[in-house]
């Protein structure tokens, strides 16, 4: 059974950093492209980050662009992503996605997301 | 790429056809998915490259396209169906449309 499961999600100050893991089973992590995606409760989804398999190509929405650092671990089976300078309008759910590699490129395994606060 | 999705909400009653619009501001070929989310949990694919139905869905889900429009169809609501619908375009990076509510009348 595929399974995605994020964990690191806490409380932080405007300006503090936190990492957040992403900790897969159930499949072949290393031959996936994974992506970051985030929901402010209430509100819509925002794409946040990819990178491929062997990590080289990543890409970043420009909200996060040169904030945020996606990396990965095949051996670990593990994505992460390194969040600096953070502010309150990063406050979501972040979610790890599975990119299936497939015509459209859909998303089709979710975790059940991770709380991230940015609050003094 | 801005993806303009319409209408944000929509009320409809069990047993009706609905449809949900998303506009591409440019091309993005057919690049284009369709994701279901019930309040408290993750996205579900539903439609992938604009009409391939995903596995496990069912086929009263219909996705269809021309040019940088792109449509939902869901044949027939169930009472499983009143959720959020997202499109999703991965032509040029990625980026979601705002998403339409679906209610019951």
């Known amino acids: 059974e595929v399974q995605l499961e994020e964990f690191g999600g806490v409380v932080v100050q405007p300006g503090g950093s936190l990492r957040l893991s992403c900790a897969v089973s159930?499949?072949?992590?290393?031959?996936?492209?994974m992506h970051w995606v985030r929901q402010i409760p209430g509100k819509g989804l925002e794409w946040v980050s990819f990178?491929?398999?062997?990590?080289?190509?990543?890409y970043y929405a420009d909200s996060v662009k040169g904030r945020f650092t996606i990396s990965r671990d095949n051996i670990r089976k593990s994505l992460y992503l390194q969040m600096t300078d953070l502010r309150p309008e990063d406050t979501a759910l972040y979610y790890c996605?599975?990119?299936?590699?497939?015509?459209?490129?859909?998303?089709?395994?979710w975790g059940q997301g991770s709380q991230v606060t940015v609050s003094s | 790429i801005q993806m303009t999705q319409s209408p944000s909400s929509l009320s409809a009653s069990v047993g009706d056809s609905v449809t949900i619009t998303c506009r591409a501001s440019?091309?993005?070929?057919?690049?284009l998915n369709w994701y279901q989310q019930k309040s408290g949990t993750a996205p579900k694919l539903l439609i992938y490259?604009?009409?391939n139905l995903q596995s496990g869905v069912p086929s009263r889900f219909s996705g269809s396209a021309s040019w940088t429009n792109f449509t939902l169809t869901i044949s027939g609501l169930q009472p499983d169906d009143f959720a959020t619908y997202y499109c999703?375009?991965?032509?040029?990076?990625?980026?979601f449309g705002q998403g339409t509510k679906l209610e019951i009348k």
């Open positions: 996605a599975r990119e299936m590699a497939v015509p459209g490129l859909p998303l089709d395994y």
């Open positions: 159930g499949f072949s992590f290393d031959e996936y492209a």
């Open positions: 990178i491929s398999r062997e990590s080289e190509t990543i």
């Open positions: 440019q091309t993005i070929s057919r690049y």
């Open positions: 490259a604009a009409s």
């Open positions: 999703q375009q991965s032509y040029k990076t990625y980026s």
